[in-house]
């Protein structure tokens, strides 16, 4: 009698299945057109999601392939839309209908939802030039938001693109730049959000991991970016949470949080010792402040003396408990960290560590890693993936040392950082709050060579041009990987398949799927700077980054009136 009552059900709902079941989805749709030496693909992904490339280096790709995507994209396994026609130049879903211009390779895009709605017409502009693009009709658009991050005008908190204008990254895109008395990120996250009246809308993310420039001011917009190929999807929708919520599903959706992240964490640059922090949350108790974390900047791995490289502890990434000639004569000393880390969590205190991507030559780390996960020298001025065992270094005496730039390109350099530092000396001890600083990079060789993620018709992509805006999403990839690893593996504190958590001052699209929040870096300590943090906001909301923030009171201090470096 239980076999009976447990089928029963089942094959009630297998045949209410087979009456509600949608009308089959048609493949994935792909068709190509071809002007001179320039190709365009057409790849229809869904009935309002249509994926592109362009270029006039090298032969076209069969259309029998997919476009290439970047590792900024997470969904590509669409399965097509629900009805696909074309007729000639001419294609059509029941959400969209493109016409390409066949002697230009132009592409005019209506919206059929909306009354046939002219949305925009997107053309291919100097594409046998290294720094190529889109030229882009505005058609009705009143509002453009997205595009990352960047700090345009202190003390004004409004402004889309069309009044900010143009929107440029630094010398090879993601960059860490000087504003109103601080400093503040500049993140390239190609995505931009295009608004009319009466829901006329549309999304565009282009899929480049090249520096960029986007002109709001032009008539038509000009997009400028280098790279072989020009690959970038169009999204339409019924209104703008439906667009980003189908670029989220794109790129990814952020994981939640660790619910203490989102209290109260306190950091500065930088506590000494654990007295110091118990001194300090005794302090915040006995005023009433909800203390939730502490945050541990390079002191706690033994901290950098200026101008002094043989004393630099960057990269060292284990506690300084005076147990090694390096850190025995500083005036650091974190010692028992198991111990302190499980005294802090029995009392709802956690703590995030900062970690960055450069390996001091005066530390075992630099010592212990093997050279060719490193960013590497060039051979005879080319980047020869078969000699990697001559790693760049990276003179930055000023600040750290000197010393080598871990290639998060390599997946073998995450797991080796994760499995021989970052796990044994952080993650296994409870600590899951990990802050990436400094991951524009901020100091490279532009000369450098990675193992590279694409390869194209003109070779394998592994300089450092290919590299820069990925290099942040690839490092934060790679802790999340690491954490797979480890997977039903219980820290010392119990906890079994912790969430991580990252901090990170740069990044890409996508770069939130793995858990990372970012923030507005080292931002003066102005009301004129809080303003235009809150533009930056709203656009890095539009861009997918849903945890943005800033320190608070800001960082800069000596950017107050009447005030310095020392308060």
């Not at 730049?177 to 009319?196: K, L, S």
């Not at 654990?274 to 005794?282: A, F, G, M, V």
């Not at 043989?310 to 111990?339: C, I, K, T």
């Not at 997946?411 to 021989?420: C, K």
């Amino acid at each position: 009698m239980n076999i009976i009552r447990l089928a029963m059900p089942i094959v009630m709902a297998l045949v209410a299945f087979l009456f509600v079941q949608p009308a089959a989805k048609a493949d994935v749709f792909r068709t190509q057109f071809q002007t001179g030496s320039a190709y365009l693909t057409v790849e229809v992904l869904d009935d309002d999601l249509i994926h592109f490339e362009v270029s006039s280096v090298g032969q076209a790709p069969a259309t029998t392939e997919s476009i290439y995507t970047s590792p900024m994209v997470f969904k590509t396994d669409y399965s097509g839309p629900a009805s696909i026609s074309q007729a000639e130049n001419v294609l059509e879903t029941s959400d969209v209908r493109l016409e390409i211009d066949t002697s230009n390779l132009c592409i005019r895009a209506i919206d059929k939802t909306k009354q046939n709605a002219y949305l925009t017409t997107i053309c291919p502009a100097d594409l046998t030039q290294g720094f190529k693009g889109l030229n882009i009709d505005p058609a009705q658009t009143q509002n453009v938001y997205g595009l990352g991050e960047e700090f345009k005008n202190p003390g004004n908190a409004d402004g889309d693109w069309t009044t900010l204008g143009v929107r440029e990254g630094g010398e090879f895109g993601n960059s860490f730049r000087q504003f109103d008395g601080g400093a503040t990120g500049n993140i390239q996250i190609p995505v931009y959000y295009a608004v009319g009246d009466n829901n006329l809308n549309y999304a565009l993310l282009v899929d480049n991991v090249y520096k960029q420039r986007w002109d709001f001011q032009t008539f038509w917009w000009q997009a400028r970016m280098y790279g072989d190929q020009i690959r970038f999807y169009l999204m339409t929708g019924n209104n703008l949470p439906n667009l980003r919520s189908d670029y989220m599903e794109l790129v990814g959706r952020p994981p939640v949080p660790p619910r203490n992240v989102l209290g109260l964490w306190v950091s500065e640059f930088g506590y000494d010792n654990w007295d110091q922090i118990d001194s300090l949350l005794n302090g915040l108790r006995d005023d009433n402040f909800p203390v939730d974390g502490f945050v541990l900047d390079l002191q706690w791995f033994g901290g950098v003396t200026l101008n002094q490289p043989s004393g630099s502890a960057m990269g060292r990434l284990d506690w300084d408990e005076n147990q090694e000639p390096l850190v025995a004569d500083d005036r650091y000393f974190f010692g028992n960290p198991e111990a302190k880390i499980k005294q802090f969590a029995e009392d709802d205190i956690r703590l995030a560590a900062i970690e960055e991507s450069y390996l001091a030559n005066s530390t075992d780390t630099y010592q212990e890693m093997p050279e060719f996960l490193s960013a590497y020298q060039r051979t005879n001025n080319v980047c020869n993936p078969n000699q990697q065992s001559n790693p760049i270094q990276i003179n930055a005496t000023d600040f750290w040392g000197i010393g080598r730039m871990i290639d998060w390109s390599d997946p073998e350099a995450g797991n080796w950082i994760h499995q021989q530092r970052r796990f044994p000396n952080l993650a296994k001890l409870g600590i899951n709050v990990h802050w990436t600083d400094l991951g524009e990079p901020e100091r490279y060789d532009a000369s450098a060579c990675y193992e590279g993620v694409e390869t194209t018709v003109s070779g394998l992509k592994n300089e450092h041009s290919d590299i820069h805006n990925l290099y942040n999403l690839l490092w934060d990839e790679s802790i999340w990987e690491g954490y797979l690893e480890e997977k039903n593996i219980p820290n010392n504190l119990g906890i079994t398949n912790q969430r991580p958590f990252l901090l990170s001052r740069s990044g890409a699209a996508g770069i939130q799927r793995y858990g990372a929040a970012l923030w507005s870096a080292d931002i003066g300590a102005r009301l004129s700077s809080l303003a235009t943090h809150s533009n930056a906001q709203m656009h890095m909301s539009f861009s997918g980054i849903d945890y943005y923030g800033a320190d608070i009171g800001g960082f800069r201090k000596e950017a107050m009136p009447y005030n310095d470096r020392n308060g």
